[in-house]
């Protein structure tokens, strides 16, 4: 168990997944036991007010538990902290750096790796009072944002300028857990992830001290890019706690193609030979048939699919591009055997036709039994590789006689396998993703392409990379938190 | 003087610029004595061969001076090895980590602010011997490559497999030393900047560690960007030995456009109302109107041009996402006052119109007098400041009386001023240098865009984001080089 004290709250029935524990045991009498914990608590009331903090069990609960993790384990924090400035932020680094408490960022709690989980109890920082738009920079293509803003919301609140933030994860996510992670989305192919995004960012380190990365250029080779370390380093070195982003302008046009094929093998090799040719796609994702049956069979859509591997083509920008790119892609779809090819240039029907790919997710989920359980997981290997590996993990799912199904980021070569399965079940599913993981890894890709490390992936990290990357990142962890009090636990341990 | 020991070999005849001294000289006695140095240089020669080392004057004179740099010292490395694989260079950082012997990358050598000097000795490691492509994989959209390759070869020998690099600095540039400076150049506004497009790299570190950085997906949330960290840190944290690099299709057509403007601030407005309406180009680029009549004056081209603040567009993707772009620019050019359109679509023609742009920089070099010197320096601002920017540094220099002209990637806010003088203006041209880039800075922008900061712009870095940033860079510095042996004295140093 991953669990400390044993005043500390818990959550029963749930057990914890094998990799997190004896090696961080090793840490517990590094931090601040309970009691020193409760005192920095009091000492943050009293900085920022009764209200800044809560010890509810429920919130305590929803800060340390997900049920969309893939990873849960039995600690929970001892409090949630929630400031409203940077300045805040810094005076709870202050209190909990002198007590040695560990401390955990949250934004949107969309995580699926356990990222703002407490291994070791500590003060979860929860900025859902930290959630404006700043400043809008419309001449210079930037917005200044809190990192609560949802990233939805902000492009609704931003779309009279004319320009769009691109990435575009789970529709809960926000900008300060999207920052962490490194996240993507349908957008990627086009438009990058989120560290090609970041302008600046202003940080709060483990000590209190409150960085600014960078002014606002658009682009810079002034000294070491400190943007792109924060961005996908889970809030293990700082509080992210105001963000300057690029946008982009939002496309004219906008079409959508969805295309049917007899095998993942010719939906993706289709899919690369597009990317291959420079066609100016906006977005291409696969379904697998397993996705497309369940989202006809939970009616989520208001049409009906065929049951076949599927890519859904997003195009955007002048219409003379968009319509050009159509007849580049149905002629490449012709030669892969495609057996079904829809356009809609119409906003509307353009809804309808990416309503399969918006629901996917949510159909798979309102699939689950009551007591089922859900493990979303993502990897990303070269593009030459991708289709065998989807093949390779298919096979394996049936196999083992488990429901899952793949949905991806192909021209990224990055996708996700989602299985449903109870709780007797566990241990295949856990023998499964470990194997697609590891094959990934062979193919010279990788354990997550925009999910993240967390607490769930650190030891696939380390199949990945190997130990000396993971030496070279302990050193700059080290050095910006020597204490270790940034979401300890998180992407690697402390100590092997 | 930013020297050391008298024994060592000094460039006469220079004078040296005035922020790199003092300070450096307490970093001294950290260093090996000369004699030290030479027993590293002994060590290095017998490990790895009579001809893996120099000691040649001309050899170290080109290795710790530039004529294109806008700083140079007196003090030279005390030799220079030539690795043939990554082995050797580690090999090389064991010999010099245990004697604690600087070490300085060198590669194509065009820095323009003294990257590959030796403010205090040390042992230079050319990467000459390392100019190989190890594989294409182009499939995956993606090539392995040796740091001595320069990107205009690594173009013309991938080109059957109609993929390109499209990172396109100096001609003379290869991938150290682009990797080192996050590069960038007219590409930019389309493609992104050198950090974009690098998958791995494997990096000696100063103990002689060897480290790669990730396998090869196209896009990874696996840990720590330690790609981004290396990309642009000046191998001040390891040698970078080898690199895999994306690569784009080679678009089907292009096209170019040369508009003139009866002003830089109607040129400068119009083209960033192109990129803020997402008009898809792949480049536009700013020479004002000394430098176009520095092109008419040197006959660099065989035509004859208006000496007008000129914008250069290139378009490239299909004939229609061309012909489509070209007829939006020319709409909103008119609006914007241009005075002049040219557009070519054949790509003999195109050439022709593209040569200003090409030779703008060898007109202003063959204008330069026999003793002359160059200062040639880069700026970037937000999009809405960069016209007033242009306009003030060209007021500056006119009444400063010296003589210099403005080239610009217009689209990142970002462009260079290139001042030709005598030894005597040598304070002004600092001067007027200085007040450019605290101006930008004023401005929200950077010290440098694509250059990097190197030992010219390290005060500069500090005006631009403040002591934090520094020590949280310096601390990184110390967690992955304890003995500051990696290429010392750049980007900020040891000590305030």
Request: aromatic share 6%; charged share 25%.
């Amino acid at each position: 168990m991953c669990g400390g004290a044993d005043s500390e709250p818990r959550i029963s029935n749930r057990t914890a997944y094998q990799q997190c524990h004896e090696k961080q045991k090793d840490d517990e009498p590094h931090y601040a036991s309970r009691a020193e914990m409760e005192l920095a608590v009091e000492e943050i009331r009293k900085a920022l007010g009764e209200d800044a903090v809560s010890i509810e069990d429920e919130i305590l609960h929803s800060h340390g538990y997900s049920d969309w993790s893939t990873i849960n384990i039995e600690r929970l924090p001892v409090a949630v902290a929630f400031p409203k400035t940077t300045e805040e932020v810094a005076a709870i680094a202050k209190i909990c750096h002198k007590r040695r408490v560990p401390m955990i960022p949250y934004s949107g709690g969309s995580s699926v790796e356990g990222h703002f989980s407490a291994p070791f109890g500590g003060v979860s920082v929860d900025f859902v009072n930290m959630n404006q738009i700043l400043d809008i920079h419309s001449d210079d293509l930037n917005v200044v944002v809190q990192p609560s803003v949802p990233w939805m919301d902000l492009n609704e609140k931003i779309k009279d300028t004319g320009l769009f933030f691109p990435i575009d994860p789970g529709p809960s996510a926000q900008i300060g857990g999207m920052v962490g992670t490194n996240c993507s989305g349908t957008n990627a192919v086009k438009y990058g992830t989120m560290r090609d995004w970041v302008v600046n960012l202003t940080v709060v380190l483990s000590d209190g001290t409150i960085l600014k990365t960078r002014r606002r250029p658009r682009k810079s080779s002034a000294g070491y890019n400190l943007n792109s370390l924060f961005v996908g380093s889970e809030g293990t070195l700082g509080f992210v706690t105001e963000a300057t982003l690029k946008l982009a302008p939002i496309p004219e046009h906008t079409g959508i193609a969805v295309v049917t094929f007899p095998s993942v093998k010719a939906a993706a090799t289709m899919a690369i030979e597009v990317i291959r040719r420079g066609i100016p796609i906006s977005a291409v994702e696969i379904l697998d048939e397993v996705l497309m049956s369940v989202i006809n069979r939970m009616g989520a859509t208001s049409r009906k699919w065929k049951e076949e591997p599927t890519l859904f083509f997003k195009f955007s920008g002048s219409d003379a591009l968009v319509k050009d790119s159509i007849i580049q892609v149905q002629t490449i779809s012709k030669k892969h055997h495609a057996n079904g090819f829809q356009y809609e240039s119409d906003p509307e029907k353009q809804k309808a036709l990416w309503s399969a790919r918006k629901e996917a997710l949510w159909s798979m989920m309102a699939l689950r039994e009551t007591d089922g359980h859900v493990w979303s997981t993502d990897v990303a290997v070269p593009l030459s590789r991708v289709s065998e590996l989807i093949d390779t993990s298919k096979k394996e799912l049936v196999e083992l006689g488990l429901f899952g199904s793949i949905l991806g980021h192909i021209g990224d070569g990055n996708f996700h396998e989602t299985i449903l399965f109870e709780e007797k079940q566990r241990k295949e599913v856990e023998g499964c993703v470990h194997k697609m993981v590891s094959r990934a890894i062979e193919m010279e890709g990788t354990c997550t392409g925009e999910h993240g490390v967390g607490l769930g992936k650190k030891e696939f990290l380390r199949e990945e990379v190997g130990e000396v990357p993971i030496q070279v990142m302990r050193a700059i962890k080290t050095s910006l938190d020597p204490l270790w009090l940034m979401n300890p636990g998180k992407i690697f341990d402390r100590r092997d």
